[in-house]
């Protein structure tokens, strides 16, 4: 038997909502799906298993929120088969007991048991069944008890908007259809029937998640800044040779394949990681910990506030196109939701451009445990000189920051020098 | 009567970008990007639905000038079929 925990989405997650079972007790399930949808203080994610095996119980029901370690879900490991009866009857010994639950800040009381807002002529939801919706359309649903498999989207390609789940609110508090029917937790024990609640008009649900978006920014950030000794250093890259190659290579291509500016540059990042793999892992229980996967956290800004840093794993065995469409597919699922677990836990270093406003240069603060962040500013048009000529070229302003307790400036100069050379070699990136 | 369904095109578009601004509300020489906050990722995907509504593919040359609603549309109706 295996249990599947509540993860720790973040350093400083302590607890996490649960917002959706992507299974149910008797589903097959492989190492890697997605099987349950977490609420976490930044974002709906997406939660993998890492067994495989058979569900065997569910003993968290969505909306409910537990500390992380919590025992959410019993997976039948194929080695062991164990009589189904005790699993089945709640939680298991061992599984932490209501009361251990820390009691939560006021306002942000546990939803009720989940009530079904049924729409005319919707179909039935399954706990299996994959409901593309928005993170503030997630939490608006949970916060509220309502059934986003029962929502009819109105986004992109279906998707669940905050806008659909407000309509359903609204709908609800105004005309509770006599034959809406009250159910329990799907696959729990019978519950009481739960009336109606009023969405709580005094206490807007995005003032609330823009409040914990910032308390975990804060957390986070405080703690990088209490303990690690940031070291920075910065290089202006003449960027001509790789503006010229994009220029060329997106010329080529239809504009649904064009490259970002950003593309080539997390190409060089991870290229000159593999020269300095020093600077790609953590800072872990006062060890140096280098990682051999390349795994880049890319910051990405949501347009309500805040920011989230999901890595493209892997980033190091992508191609400039791969890393493309890498890069949309994870832009895209930040904002309109469905970033997996592995996303959100597995960067082994940070990449920051703000060079689409006027900043010519980031000093950036480390993600703990990671030990460096990459920033990049504006390409701006700047007197260059070389070989005893001047002239205007492009030019980019590179920082590092990292810790210094995993590195020293040495290291960080041969990475930055690295990054330059592979930038200025475009057609091997 | 193109440019206005052009200029209709461009704020269904740019709504889907930015749910939460009114894109009817920006001045004809207003900078888009700077007003409603579109990072270059959001801009690429601006044009490459503009070309799916309109049919106008823009090369990546031309995005410097067009910067407003103004230029955006002088551009695209001089090109939409």
Redesign the interface.
Known sequence: MAEFLMPSLGSDMKEGTLLEWRVKPGDRVKRRDVIAVVDTDKAAIEVEVFEEGIVEALLVQPGEKVPVGTVLAVIRTEAVEISTGEAAAGRLPGAPPAEAVPPLPPGAEAAPAPRVFRAPSAPPSTPGERVRASPYARRLAAEHSIDLGLLHGTG?EGTV?AADVQLAMAVTAEAPAPEAPVKGPPHGEATEPVAPAAPTRERPAGRDQAAAMRRAIAAAMARSKREIPHYYLQTKIDMSRTLRWL?AE??KRS??E?L???VPLIRAVAMALQEVPELNGYWIDDRHEVREAINIGFAI?L??GGLIVPAILGADLMSVDELMEA??DL?TRTRAGGLRGSELTEATISVTSL??LGVETVFGVIYPPQVALVGFGRITEQPWAENGMLAVRPVLSATLSADHRATDGRRGAQFLDALNRHLQEPSKL | MKEEKILQTIFKLLR?I???ADPSGLAPDENIRRAL?I???DA?NF??QL?EELGV?????DYGQLNTLAELTRYLASRVA
Do not use: C, M, W, Y
Request: hydrophobic share 35%; proline share 11%; net charge neutral.
């Open positions: 992109p908007r220029e997106n010329l504009i649904k064009r970002l500016p950003v800004s347009r309500q890069l949309r832009i060079g689409d | 889907r930015a749910p939460e906050d990072d270059s990722f690429l044009f490459i070309h593919t823009i090369p990546e040359a």
